[in-house]
């Protein structure tokens, strides 16, 4: 199961590095693909800054999740993950009730389940 947890944790830090991105570099072209039922078209340009910033906290979730992997004690690498996908998880939800469900699926869930695995590690 410990394998299981990390590949979780991996593939939500590596999707979380993707949102960085997006957000931060690609906001009104990706961006506007990911989002486009959820903010209308002329909304990206003037939103772009505000989706830069989004996208750094992306980067800082992201960071954690990976800085999870060169802690040496079992305890503190275990704990660092679960509060790294716990926020990832909280975010998830939350976009989901105030953007879009698919967030949720997107998001939250792949982090949830890293979680579950963790705790059964």
């Known amino acids: 199961m410990e394998i299981v947890a990390k590949i979780l944790i991996a593939v939500v830090a590596i999707e979380h590095l993707y949102i ?3 957000e931060m570099f690609a906001w009104e072209t990706k961006g506007k693909e990911v989002f486009k039922k959820a903010l209308p078209a002329e909304m990206f340009k003037p939103t772009k800054g505000l989706a830069a910033n989004q996208g750094l906290y992306n980067g800082f979730l992201a960071a954690g999740l990976i800085w999870s992997f060169l802690i040496e004690d079992p305890k503190w690498q275990t704990n660092i993950a679960l509060f790294f ?14 953007a879009t469900k698919k967030i949720f699926f997107v998001q939250a869930l792949p982090a949830i389940l890293a979680i579950v695995a963790v705790l059964l590690k």
């Open 20 to 22: 960085l991105w997006m």
């Open 85 to 98: 996908l716990g926020c990832v998880a909280i975010a998830g939800i939350y976009g989901a009730v105030s």
